[in-house]
């Protein structure tokens, strides 16, 4: 199995900056792709920015041009970089791995960060 451990949430200002990390443990190497997700009060669940193994990324609209993935495979850990923040990026956020293992997909949750913009 793979365990993921989110760091890095926090308050901030409109405009300003925070890094989030996401430390894998376990199983890494059946690791196929990692992502950020986030979940604000009274909404569902969306996805935020994806990276897979190979380094292919994905992103929301919402947060292109203001949020990088990346990830250090030797450290086994995921990063989120955001900048110029709102406050409607408000929102739990959670790691995610998607694992293969004995040919089955899984998916494995952090307990998610909070991060707080304030207007």
């Known amino acids: 199995q793979v365990q993921v451990v989110e760091s890095g949430g926090g308050l901030v200002q409109a405009g300003g900056s925070l890094r989030l990390s996401c430390a894998a443990s376990?199983?890494?190497?059946?690791?196929?792709?990692m992502g950020w997700y986030r979940q604000a009060p009274g909404k569902q669940r969306e996805l935020v920015a994806t990276?897979?193994?190979?380094?292919?990324?994905n992103y929301a609209d919402s947060v292109k041009g203001r949020f990088t993935i990346s990830r250090d495979n030797a450290k086994h850990t995921l990063y989120l970089q955001m900048n110029s923040l709102k406050p409607e990026d408000t929102a739990v956020y959670f790691c995610?791995?998607?694992?293969?293992?004995?040919?089955?997909?899984?998916?494995?949750w952090g307990q998610g960060t909070q991060v707080t913009v304030s207007s």
């Open positions: 995610n791995a998607d694992v293969l293992i004995a040919g089955s997909p899984l998916k494995s």
């Open positions: 376990g199983i890494v190497s059946s690791i196929t792709a």
């Open positions: 990276i897979t193994r190979g380094g292919s990324t």
